[in-house]
Structures are given as C-alpha cells and as structure tokens.
C-alpha cells in the first residue's frame, strides 16, 4: 500500500509544491485548504490526479481522516506581511488552534508531524548568522508579532507533544524562499519587484535598501524539507540559501535580468522589518546532506519566466486594465 501524507496549505506556494514531490515519490496525498490566502489554480494541474484528494477545509476546527496516515506536514498559515496584518486572528488561530488539532491527529494516527516555522522567529536578530541554538530577538506586541509568536507558539506546543505523547516531530525554520507560484499580491519582496519590473514601474525599496535577506529557490527548499522528515531528528533546522543580498543589490540584479531600466521609489522602513536574515545551514549539511543547488540569477530566470507567462495572460484578458489594478484585486 501507498503511503498516505496530508498536507495542509496544499493551495499555497509552498504547499502545492509539495503536493507534487510527494506525488512524485509515489505516495498517496491528501491537501487540505480552507483558501483564506491558497489558490486552487496552485492545484489545477492534478485535478484528474488518482493519488490526490483535496479538502476544502479549516485546520482550526476539529480534523478527522479516514484510514492510515503516515505523515502530516502542517503548512497552513498566511505567510507574508499583507495577510498577516490583514487577517492576525486567523494567522494565530492557524499557528495555535490549528497546530493543536494536527498534532492531536498525528497522536491518534501515530504519523510522523512536521510543522513549517520560520526564520522570523528570530525577530530582528541580534546573532548573525542565525543558528538553530539562538533565541531570537522578537517584539511580541508589534505588528508582526501575530506571525512570529504564532510560530515560536507552534514550536512550543510540537515539542511538548513530542516529549509527552512521543508524537514523532519534524520542525523546519524556512528563511526567504521564492519561485514560481508565489501570488502577485503576495506582497513578498520577490513578486513586488517582479510584478512592477514587468509594469515598468518603480521598484518599491523600504528604508535604505540595505537591509539584507537569503533567498532560496523552492525546489531547493522543498528537497530540504523532504529529506528532513524523512530523517530521524526531531529539532529545529534551519533550511534556506545562506547566500546574503541586500534589497538595494536584489532591486539590481531584477532590473539587469529583465533589461529594464532600473527606477526605485524609497519608502518608511516598515515597522519590526528585520535588518539582516541569514540562516547558518551546518546542520541541514550534516544531518541532511542538503544545500541548496539553485543559483539565485537562475532561480530568479525561472521566477521572472512563470511572471511573464501571467503578466501576458493578464494583458490578452484585461485590456486596458494594468497588472498593478489586477494585482491590488
């Protein structure tokens, strides 16, 4: 018999993504979704797929799975500034109410549970790189605050799950990931200037510029995060690109890769914004034998190349509408 794996947030980029890794590993995946931030055209492509079953379904009320189950990956959750600070009760009921409910399920099923954190739980770091040891500098009021204790929360109640009832735990810390899928309204760095380079538009630059992020292609992403549920470490790991880039230099090398004239508009450095993010990746290397493969000028070819093919199917159908009135829909 196949192996059975639910995967949550299955209408979202990363989500569907794993969909299709695990389809083609040959396992038997059930998605489940309420849609609040997912889109289902992520899935369309295995819509007459035999081993998929999708769910229209919110994780923070009570979940119930017919059959086996061997492994649960918990990837329900707004994940980018514009949906967290739009919808903040959702995000921490997805984070607590939701990760309590899978949890319990993965106890009743006695499946493996690996549940997606997040770089921001180290808050604007004061340790750089960060390890998996560092505690995080976290402002537990502010405007983010909904997305980065929900996670630190998620995290809290994974483990006493796992020294408690023995629930067998995976916990991926995910740094900056981009690719194909991402919305155009995700509101994420990687699809903002995208979006405005193909409208020859101003890229959007908070601050300075010289904030830095680690950007990390998604196949690479999703590899790491396969390879650490399969393993046998219960602890956080980090999984990311620890090549380091500034917002000023990303607005750069966007601008050379489409040919088009580099044009920035300078706005307040948002409230809570990190300064720095860079994951230090030796224990994905060692437990794992995973880095990432993906160059970021390659895997931004691959991302500018899936915007186009939206941004052309936009213009046939839209005109004279403009992909920034599409976008902001």
Not at 226 to 254: D, M, T
Not at 286 to 313: A, D
Request: charged share 25%; net charge neutral.
């Amino acid at each position: 018999m196949k192996k059975r794996v639910l995967i949550t947030g299955a209408a979202g980029f990363l989500g569907s993504h794993l969909c299709d890794k695990f389809l083609e590993e040959g396992y038997e995946v059930l998605g489940m979704d309420n849609l609040i931030t997912g889109d289902l055209r992520n899935l369309k492509h295995l819509a007459n797929c035999k081993d998929f079953t999708f769910y229209d379904y919110d994780i923070t009320n009570f979940i119930h799975i017919n059959g086996k189950l061997d492994y649960i990956l918990h990837f329900a959750s707004p994940a980018s500034p514009i949906d967290y600070l739009k919808i903040p009760i959702q995000t921490l009921k997805a984070g607590s109410l939701g990760s309590y409910n899978l949890l319990g399920l993965a106890k009743e099923k006695k499946a493996t549970i690996l549940i997606a954190s997040t770089s921001e739980i180290y808050g604007n770091p004061l340790e750089h790189p960060q390890k998996e040891s560092y505690f995080g500098n976290v402002d537990t009021i502010g405007p983010r605050c909904v997305y980065d204790e929900a996670k630190r929360f998620m995290e809290s109640l994974t483990m006493a799950y796992h020294r408690f009832h023995k629930v067998d735990t995976r916990i991926v810390r995910i740094f900056n990931t981009y690719g194909p899928r991402m919305r155009l309204n995700d509101g994420r760095v990687v699809p903002t200037f995208i979006g405005q380079a193909l409208e020859g538009k101003p890229l959007t630059v908070f601050g300075d510029g010289s904030q830095t992020r680690s950007f990390c292609y998604v196949d690479d992403l999703i590899e790491g995060i396969y390879r650490l549920l399969l393993s046998k470490y219960s602890y956080p790991v980090n999984i990311g690109n620890p090549q380091e880039i500034s917002i000023n230099q990303l607005a750069e090398e966007l601008c050379e890769i489409t040919g088009i004239e580099m044009k920035v508009a300078r706005k307040d450095l948002l409230q809570g914004d990190p300064e720095k993010r860079r994951p230090d990746i030796s224990k994905a290397k060692e437990l794992l034998n995973w880095q990432p493969l993906v160059s970021r000028r390659k895997g931004l070819e691959k991302t500018i190349e899936y915007f186009r093919g939206i941004y052309e199917e936009i213009e046939s159908r839209m005109q004279p509408k403009t992909f920034e009135a599409f976008i902001q829909k």
